[in-house]
């Protein structure tokens, strides 16, 4: 009789079965732990579809197969949203070299930076001037820069614990060297590589030549961290000293990609939209697998876990893979616009684009009361070792997104390593660790379960 009673309550549309917090995210921790899909899909990822860059062969076939894998899971909806994206691209390997003398070279690793023009089909050589930022130029002056390649030398500050903003506090020279320096006829620029180690590696990265006219435009090129320490000893031992290379790259038209998009409608309120995204492009140097094969993949998993440990969300859950973000923040720019022209309700978007490294929280981008709300269940992640929830920035991508009452989040890995791989050729799968990777995975999945489950605060 008792196990009979037991059995009516079980069944009774009265009778409230459900899982406390805690419980449901030791679920999505161990889901993710002992059998997740992320480290999986980024080995195919990294190494069968390889570098993603904007407009390439292997952009494509990862919104081919990214589309392909998210149908497999049984979302309720999946498609691929049309962006027109830019497509430059390298050519053969870049070439240079320190002259001493004439006939005396010291062969030195560059890479062109994204966006840049070629140098002559001969190359350029020309006398070195060193500068530590854009800053210089002005002192400086036409006379001391122009026909000679200005050297930015402005090393990330490692004092600073937060790596990103150490990159911050030298970026720019990168970004807007080219642009600056050929305001005082420099004949091109060569950039100290954005990386705290000090190897052979150049990295590449996004820069801009602004409103200038094409044909007043100069050659961009990134060193290695080592080459340019190198290359700053010898000039200040002889400022005579020349600096040759060689670069092929080419912008081309603008061409058509994707968006790869899939959902989970929410079975209380459709129309309020949860967005958990990375980005598909990748720089072409290596394969893209920390920035950011590895923030897509966490995202596809993101829905995976969702349904895989039971949870049916009460509002709709979207996974963005946004094209572009690395030269030009297209794919970002065109969800944002849509989602706008359907006027669309998204209360949260959350954005993993740091690295495949160990997690150690979020940084919110919201109001006060929302972020109340959000540090009651700070401890929820203490377990798992999650205790760093700040105010603060949350993704490009995502960022189109910002209105005044909803929530943007980025996810917080540990940093100390991530620049040693960004932009450069050792930015590949076997750099990334299956646990961190699943880690950060479970983390996102825990804070879209607990932002669906409460809402967030108007």
């Known amino acids: 009789m008792k196990n009979y009673t037991i059995l009516i309550l079980l069944l009774s549309p009265f009778f409230i079965f459900s899982q406390t917090d805690e419980e449901v995210i030791s679920d999505i921790y161990s889901n993710s732990l002992t059998d997740g899909q992320s480290y999986n899909w980024l080995d195919h990822l990294s190494n069968n579809i390889g570098s993603r860059l904007s ?21 309720d909806k999946v498609w691929l949203q049309p962006v027109m994206v830019p497509k430059w691209v390298r050519g053969i390997p870049e070439f240079a070299y320190i002259e001493t003398s004439p006939g005396n070279t010291i062969k030195v690793n560059i890479c062109a930076l994204g966006g840049s023009i070629s140098t002559p089909s001969t190359g350029i050589k020309a006398k070195i001037i060193e500068v530590s930022g854009v800053e210089d130029l002005e002192e400086l002056g036409k006379d001391n820069i122009q026909g000679k390649i200005v050297f930015f030398n402005r090393p990330m500050n490692s004092s600073l614990i937060n790596t990103f903003e150490s990159y911050g506090g030298c970026v720019d020279q990168r970004y807007s060297g080219a642009m600056e320096a050929s305001k005082y006829g420099a004949a091109a620029v060569i950039v100290r590589s954005m990386n705290l180690r000090i190897d052979d590696l150049p990295h590449t990265g996004s820069m801009s030549y602004g409103d200038i006219n094409p044909e007043d435009r100069i050659p961009s090129a990134a060193i290695s961290t080592k080459h340019a320490d190198l290359l700053s000893s010898m000039v200040k031992l002889d400022n005579n000293i020349q600096f040759f290379f060689k670069q092929n790259c080419k912008q081309l038209k603008d061409v058509l990609s994707h968006n790869v998009i899939g959902e989970i409608t929410g079975s209380e309120f459709p129309n309020e939209y949860i967005v958990v995204g990375g980005h598909l492009d990748s720089w072409d140097l290596g394969d893209g697998a920390h920035d950011d094969g590895a923030g897509c993949v966490q995202s596809m998993e993101v829905l995976r876990l969702l349904k895989n440990t039971g949870i049916k969300p009460k509002r709709s859950i979207r996974v963005v893979l946004f094209m572009n973000e690395e030269n030009g923040l297209r794919g970002g720019n065109k969800y944002a616009e849509i989602a706008a022209q359907k006027s669309e309700n998204h209360i949260f978007a959350l954005e993993s684009d740091s690295g495949g490294f160990t997690p150690r929280g979020f940084y919110f981008d919201c109001n006060q009361s929302n972020f109340d709300q959000i540090l009651s269940w700070k401890n929820l992640f203490k377990p798992y070792l999650i205790h760093f929830f700040e105010l603060g920035g949350s993704g490009a991508d995502i960022g189109p997104l910002k209105t005044k ?8 890995p540990d940093s100390q390593r991530y620049f040693d791989y960004h932009h450069a050729p050792n930015d590949t799968f076997d750099a990334v660790n299956k646990r961190e990777l699943e880690l950060g995975a479970a983390t996102m999945t825990s804070l879209v379960y607990l932002i669906d489950k409460y809402g967030i605060k108007k």
Do not use: M
Not at 55 to 75: N, R, Y
Not at 405 to 412: E, Y
């Open 405 to 412: 009452t909803n929530v943007l989040s980025g996810l917080k």
């Open 55 to 75: 407009g390439s062969l292997g952009a494509e076939k990862a919104v081919i197969w990214t589309k392909e894998e998210l149908e497999t899971l049984g979302l």
